[in-house]
């Protein structure tokens, strides 16, 4: 990722950086995985007469909540690296909820959030990542 104002020319960069705005992407992408998995729980309760216990997410941070220090690249760097822990954080919490409810006959996951895994990031988000070489 990169700040906005920062100059990438020069750089080994390989594909396309991600910018503050792709935040906004994976909180997108978190709360659809929520709505998922509280869809999934509301349904069962719904299908079997049961109270299943709905996970109560706490609100997604935003970029209002990490505003730079200054208007220097360092502070921008470190404002957005805390957004995106703050985000990255609150996906890995999201989608071990759903986890934990695997195996549950009364749930009747769909196939799409059957997998025993927490993946690192949500997939539309995953996929617009580059690794990076070592230089």
Do not use: C, Y
């Not at 990438?8 to 978190?30: M, T």
């Amino acid at each position: 990722m990169a700040t906005d104002g920062s100059g990438l020319e020069n750089l080994p960069i390989e594909g396309e950086p991600l910018r503050p705005r792709a935040l906004a992407d994976l909180a997108a992408e978190i709360e659809d995985r929520r709505r998922e998995i509280l869809k999934v729980i509301d349904d069962a309760n719904d299908r079997n007469a049961t109270n299943l216990v709905r996970p109560a997410f706490a609100e997604l941070p935003t970029a209002d909540r990490f505003v730079p220090t200054e208007d220097a690249p360092v502070s921008r760097a470190f404002a957005l690296a805390e957004h995106l822990r703050a985000l990255w954080t609150a996906w890995l919490v999201t989608d071990t909820e759903r986890q934990k409810r695997l195996g549950r006959a009364s749930l009747n996951m769909p196939p799409e959030l059957t997998h025993p895994e927490v993946p690192d990031f949500p997939a539309r988000f995953a996929a617009r990542l580059t690794e990076q070489p070592l230089i």
